[in-house]
């Protein structure tokens, strides 16, 4: 390997670990909250025109919780390459109870 090449190299392994790092680094930390039931208050999978006319799907879910006598709400997005992978992952999520970690 030239000296371009592993210059081209690190610039994408630094550019990977900094779009990356503040995920993970809150994924790590929210694993030593305490858990939460959630109740699903919403659900649907949408779908949408990706590039090169493909179409990305996307579930959506309104959920609540409650912590300390106060309730608190949030919605969590995620994408699917598919229709039945994300009505797949809807499903799942009405047939068992759901968790969260809280941070209050």
């Known amino acids: 390997m030239d000296g371009f090449s592993i210059v081209g190299l690190l610039f994408l392994l630094a550019w990977h670990l900094f779009h990356r790092a503040p995920g993970w680094l809150r994924h790590r930390q929210s694993q030593s909250w305490p858990l939460a039931e959630a109740t699903i208050e919403g659900a649907c999978v949408n779908v949408g025109i990706a590039g ?4 990305r799907y996307w579930l ?3 959920y609540s919780y409650s912590v300390k006598g106060e309730t608190h709400g ?6 699917f ?5 994300a009505g797949g992952a809807l499903r799942s999520l009405y ?6 970690h809280s941070s209050l």
């Open 52 to 55: 090169r006319g493909g179409r």
């Open 60 to 62: 959506v879910v309104s």
């Open 74 to 79: 949030g919605t969590y997005l995620e994408y």
């Open 81 to 85: 390459k598919s229709e039945s992978a």
């Open 95 to 100: 047939d068992t109870s759901q968790a969260i």
